[in-house]
């Protein structure tokens, strides 16, 4: 089955950019969607097929996709955006959909 | 108002079975793939089902296969999800989904609308 990688957790201070890392076997061939989700709050879809924002969704999120390494990008970082940030894609040789094991974002 | 609102989740012995609902309302729900997704207590996303539009494709995590059935009504704008054999591991918040991509076919777009989810928990 197909797997992606999340390193844990990540700390930065308040208008520094945040760097949120998910790896998989050639993921650079797939589309790969990013969700927020704070304590007790539903997930909220960030960024979509790679580095597409969602209605809403400030400009400071963005994505990118290469190889084996897909990585959601948040500018200017504030205390609200402190969360669980999951990445997930479609794997079309099984069909499944496939979620990253999360990172914890930390806003020192 | 655009939402999707879970229900029938509670606590169940094991082996025994719950029947999940999501009701959509103010969004287009006919048109798009459907999905399942839970979280145990502490721990993160894990995919459990999909349907396609018309209900004709479905799809199972491997830990819930032949144990879990999806299905939808599109006239009653709601999907459901009939937990069969439950056990403790299944113990979760489940959310319902709504696949970006209308018209699609395959669930590829990321999934733009999500419920609160309903709480299963499964202990004697």
């Known amino acids: 089955s197909y797997v992606l990688t999340q390193s844990p957790s990540v700390s930065v201070a308040p208008g520094q950019t945040a760097r949120i890392t998910c790896g998989g076997n050639n993921i650079g061939s797939k589309s790969v969607h990013w969700y927020q989700q704070k304590p007790g709050q539903a997930p909220v879809l960030v960024v979509y097929d790679d580095n597409d924002r969602p209605s809403g969704i400030p400009e400071r999120f963005s994505g990118s996709n290469s190889g084996s390494t897909a990585t959601l990008t948040i500018s200017r970082v504030e205390a609200g955006d402190e969360a669980d940030y999951y990445c997930?894609?479609?794997?079309?040789?099984?069909?499944?959909?496939?979620f990253g094991g999360g990172t914890t974002l930390t806003v020192l | 108002q655009v939402q999707l609102v879970e229900s029938g989740g509670g606590l169940v012995n094991p082996g025994g079975s719950l029947r999940l609902a999501c009701a959509a309302s103010?969004?287009?729900?006919?048109?798009?793939?459907m999905s399942w997704i839970r979280q145990a207590p502490g721990k993160g996303l894990e995919w459990v089902s999909y349907?396609?539009?018309?209900?004709?494709?479905?799809y199972y995590a491997d830990s819930v296969k032949g144990r879990f059935t999806i299905s939808r009504d599109n006239g009653r704008n709601s999907v459901y999800l009939q937990m069969d054999y439950l056990r403790a591991e299944d113990t979760a918040m489940y959310y319902c989904?709504?696949?970006?991509?209308?018209?699609?076919?395959?669930?590829?777009?990321?999934?733009?609308?999500w419920g609160q989810g309903t709480t299963v928990t499964v202990s004697s």
């Open positions: 103010g969004l287009s729900f006919t048109d798009h793939y």
């Open positions: 349907i396609s539009s018309s209900g004709s494709t479905t």
């Open positions: 989904a709504r696949d970006r991509l209308g018209i699609s076919s395959w669930p590829t777009g990321g999934m733009d609308v």
């Open positions: 997930q894609v479609w794997e079309s040789s099984s069909g499944d959909l496939v």
